[in-house]
């Protein structure tokens, strides 16, 4: 097996410990990013939920601990926009948000698509709050994630995208809503939906080859 370098399992470690933090705020019905831009003190929190963290993964803790030197400084890097603002976001590639009451794992459901949302990085922040928020307002699907400023060796460009992801792919009259609730958000320019089938088929738009299922 290839070893893992130090800077990748603590990369791992973030984003897992960034799930966490996410999910146990959220059953707490408290969002990450509304306590960041309302500069809310979380930090007693925030520690607690790292502890369990660490407990749970220990490897992991000791990985994020050596990386950021402390506690404090992953708390003040997350008040700054680390995992909260796609463009001060340097330790993972995709910022998730989940609608209230959504399996965490609902967006690798075979029947799952998503809307596809280009941007270019410039108004990446600001798409990105409309969507979030509307998530959290159980107006859109199920989940929607975006790509951060992270340099992903996957992407050709530095265009950013947006993925708003609905359950079932069949109802078209579901998926056809979430649409034009993005189209009342401003996000009027045609969109593409791509089956989650196509993904794991490894699927991408090339030149003559159609991967979108709905184009509206």
Do not use: H
């Not at 979430?178 to 401003?186: A, H, I, K, T, W």
């Amino acid at each position: 097996m290839e070893e893992v370098s130090p800077d990748e399992l603590a990369d791992v470690a973030y984003g897992l410990f960034e799930m966490m933090l996410n999910a146990d705020l959220q059953a707490r019905g408290l969002y990450l990013f509304e306590l960041v831009e309302t500069k809310a003190d979380f930090e007693p929190l925030f520690s607690s939920i790292l502890a369990k963290f660490s407990g749970e993964y220990p490897e992991l803790g000791e990985a994020l601990i050596r990386r950021f030197g402390s506690a404090g400084v992953i708390y003040r890097s997350i008040g700054e926009g680390e995992g909260v603002v796609p463009s001060r976001t340097t330790r993972i590639y995709w910022i998730v948000q989940d609608a209230p009451g959504a399996r965490p794992d609902a967006i690798e459901d075979e029947l799952a698509g998503k809307w596809l949302i280009f941007l270019p990085p410039e108004e990446v922040d600001a798409a990105w709050a409309k969507v979030r928020d509307a998530t959290c307002r159980n107006e859109l699907g199920i989940s929607a994630k975006v790509s951060t400023a992270k340099p992903n060796p996957d992407s050709r460009d530095n265009t950013k995208v947006i993925y708003v992801y609905t359950p079932d792919w069949r109802n078209e009259a579901d998926v056809m809503r979430v649409r034009e609730r993005l189209r009342e958000l401003g996000f009027t320019d045609r969109l593409g939906y791509k089956r989650n089938i196509e993904t794991f088929r490894g699927e991408y738009s090339q030149k003559g080859k159609r991967v979108t299922f709905y184009s509206a």
